[in-house]
């Protein structure tokens, strides 16, 4: 599968469906934010999924309860993957693993992975907290992988080792401009560092082709 998960931050599940249409076969998956999950709701999840798996970011982060209950809804739906956030804890962060596989056998669907957040990569530092350590407190507690910034992403594969994944936001093809993100690292040298999965916006997002956009980054990636 494409390393490249791209970013869908639009409003209407039908700009989104038409932006996942048109990569399909090009990029691995495709991220559903808090803007097109706020506008459209589980329907967003349900139309994409035909066309690429779903990264449902969503960033839960609530009392155990709450993230379970919520998960289980989004397991239902047929995502992929679900994003919480480690600073959460590692009990709820196992309450989302919980939940999410509940609701994926009741729903009969494929189990989600659950991908904790560490340090949003907007932010300069989460309370003094270590990406590394939340990092792996997340893994024990059952999550498939992280999401960390690009500063972090060689401290955080040296602390868990090669089997969970881990998901870096920000990517940004060489030449392309950092926008809003803080840090910010390039295909290639994010892999290097020990990335799995690159979410990627705008550079593709905005090409007049995106499906060529995304083409290039993989032949970047290749190269």
């Known amino acids: 599968m494409s390393r490249l998960i791209v970013a869908a931050d639009v409003a209407t599940v039908a700009a989104a469906e038409d932006l996942a249409r048109s990569l ?3 990029v691995g998956m495709v991220k559903v934010g808090l803007e097109l999950f706020a506008a459209e709701g ?9 066309h690429l798996p779903v990264f449902l970011d969503l960033k839960l982060h609530d009392i155990p309860t709450t993230v379970e209950r919520a998960s289980r809804v989004v397991g239902s739906l047929g995502a992929a993957m ?4 480690a600073l959460g804890g590692p ?3 196992a309450a989302a693993a919980r939940g999410s596989s509940e609701g994926a056998v009741a ?3 494929e189990e989600p992975d659950v991908i904790a957040v560490t340090v949003l990569s907007s932010l300069a530092e989460a309370a003094g ?3 590394a350590s939340l990092a792996f407190e997340a893994i024990e507690a059952g999550a498939r992988g992280v999401v960390c910034s690009g500063d972090h992403v060689r401290e955080v594969r040296e602390a868990l080792g090669d089997g969970p994944l881990i998901v870096v936001p920000g990517i940004r093809p060489t ?5 809003d993100h803080a840090r910010v690292l390039t295909p290639g040298e994010a892999v290097e560092r020990g990335a799995d999965l690159l979410v990627v916006g705008r550079p593709i997002t905005q090409a007049a082709d995106p499906a060529a956009a995304a083409r290039a980054i993989a032949r970047e990636l290749e190269g």
Do not use: D, I, Q, Y
Request: zero cysteines; glycine letters at 20%; aromatic letters at 4%.
């Open 82 to 85: 679900l994003t919480v956030h």
């Open 24 to 26: 399909s076969g090009s």
């Open 91 to 93: 009990e709820m962060v």
């Open 42 to 50: 589980p329907e967003s999840v349900r139309r994409l999924r035909g």
């Open 107 to 109: 729903g009969g669907k």
């Open 129 to 131: 907290a270590s990406p």
């Open 175 to 179: 030449g392309f401009g950092s926008n």
